[in-house]
């Protein structure tokens, strides 16, 4: 594989006190340069994540997760002064593509903060307690919305869109500014042929995508699962693309390359 750095896209961080140590040091064992880190459920879960900056930051970026009914763009600018690289978006109130939130994302598209939104059926724990919980409201399609309305901002859907697969990829064709993660249980249980039935155009089919990129350019790493299961993910990425037959440039880009462009990470190419 073509030298490079991978990105980890879509992390959560654990609730062990020295969780974040662990995650620096696997990452470094498996040549994960960042992880893009979403900060715990609950009230102190952004600030918690914010106090561990400082000290990380130079692996982990921190991605706040956004309160629906209390943020204003005041505080999509206060995440960001916080040492937040991006915004993580789940269960709304409203579908996600709903004006209400249109304020929200256009603080993040001025202020350059990528956002990551859970799709698709979410998993039911404890900890949302009373959260009324419409899955229907985090389909790919409200992301078709956003990118449009906003082409500026960085979007990563999360899990393909599980199981509004299709939605999510006909959006990614027409969309610039919109890419997916294949977290979740895709990788273990759909096959690469059914990946590659989805994400199937190229600069040279008949039709193609906004840029004439590879369906595959829209595609970034993720892990969502502990630390200790990083690898076992990266695996699967690895052994899908390997059975599609991706060349080593393409499966480059989805594990780093394309992830640092959302992220604005690129170093600008030395002339001469
Ligand atoms: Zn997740």
């Given at each position: 594989m073509?030298?490079?750095?991978?990105?980890?896209?879509?992390?959560?961080l654990g609730s062990e006190p020295d969780y974040a140590a662990k995650l620096v040091d696997e990452c470094a064992r498996l040549g994960i340069g960042k992880v893009c880190t979403i900060a715990p459920w609950g009230e102190e879960g952004n600030d918690r994540l914010a106090a561990l900056l400082p000290k990380y930051g130079d692996v982990i970026l921190g991605f706040a997760i956004v309160r629906w009914s209390e943020d204003t763009p005041d505080d999509i600018a206060?995440?960001?002064d916080q040492g937040f690289t991006g915004l993580k978006f789940i269960i709304p109130p409203a579908p996600y593509d709903d004006e209400l939130w249109f304020p929200l994302y256009e603080k993040a598209q001025e202020l350059g903060m990528p956002c990551l939104f859970h799709l698709g059926i979410v998993s039911r724990s404890d900890e949302l307690g009373h959260t009324l919980v419409r899955n229907?409201?985090?389909?790919?399609?409200?992301?078709?919305?956003?990118?449009?309305?906003?082409?500026q901002l960085q979007i990563i859907g999360a899990h393909l869109g599980n199981p509004w697969y299709e939605e999510a990829t006909m959006s990614a064709r027409w969309n610039p500014n919109l890419y997916f993660d294949l977290t979740g249980s895709t990788l273990k249980k759909k096959s690469p042929e059914f990946l590659g039935q989805l994400l199937w155009w190229t600069p040279f089919t008949r039709y193609r995508d906004a840029e004439g990129r590879y369906a595959w350019e829209k595609i970034v790493f993720g892990s969502d699962v502990p630390y200790y299961e990083i690898h076992d993910v990266l695996h699967d990425y690895h052994r899908a693309?390997?059975?599609?037959?991706?060349?080593?440039?393409?499966?480059?880009?989805?594990?780093?390359g394309t992830a640092a462009r959302v992220l604005g990470l690129e170093t600008e190419p030395t002339i001469g």
């Open positions: 073509t030298e490079g750095m991978i990105i980890d896209c879509h992390h959560h206060r995440y960001h229907n409201y985090m389909r790919p399609i409200y992301l078709d919305t956003i990118a449009r309305r906003f082409p693309m390997s059975a599609l037959g991706l060349s080593e440039e393409l499966k480059w880009k989805v594990l780093g």
